[in-house]
């Protein structure tokens, strides 16, 4: 809970900063965005790490393949990912791109699921 609480401190700190200098050099506005924006998803990278080891405890524990489990984190990914970059595309007015980066990640979303879905349907053809 600390380290929200801090990330969410830096974060509004940061766009106070951000706010001020976008005024007089855009650019640079945006070169800050990048690097508060990363600085947060590397904080909760770790944070997602310690959820992949309690999630592959469990999943060994309940004798569930890590091939089952692997698209599912592939997938947490994609989405953060390309959440994180349409909205920086929609920051610096580029909605066309945003769109785009949002329709690439769902469309590589189906591919890594594929795996997941290959393994649920002979599941299911086991059980008829």
């Given amino acids: 809970?600390?380290?929200?609480?801090?990330?969410?401190?830096?974060?509004?700190?940061?766009?106070?900063?951000?706010?001020?200098v976008k005024k007089n050099a855009p650019e640079i506005g945006m070169g800050?965005?990048?690097?508060?924006?990363?600085?947060?998803?590397?904080?909760?990278?770790?944070?997602?790490?310690?959820?992949?080891?309690?999630?592959?405890?469990?999943?060994a524990s309940a004798q569930i393949s890590n091939e089952l489990i692997s698209p599912i984190y592939k997938l947490i990914g994609i989405a953060i990912i390309t959440k994180l970059c349409a909205d920086m595309c929609r920051d610096a007015k580029e909605t066309a791109i945003a769109s785009a980066v949002e329709i690439l990640g769902g469309?590589?979303?189906?591919?890594?699921?594929?795996?997941?879905?290959?393994?649920?349907?002979?599941?299911?053809?086991?059980?008829?």
């Fill in 1 to 20: 809970m600390e380290v929200l609480f801090n990330l969410a401190f830096f974060s509004v700190a940061g766009v106070i900063c951000v706010m001020a």
């Fill in 107 to 128: 469309v590589v979303g189906v591919y890594m699921a594929l795996p997941l879905i290959s393994a649920v349907l002979k599941l299911v053809q086991s059980m008829l």
């Fill in 32 to 59: 800050m965005t990048l690097l508060i924006t990363g600085i947060v998803a590397f904080a909760a990278l770790t944070i997602f790490r310690k959820i992949q080891e309690f999630m592959s405890g469990v999943a």
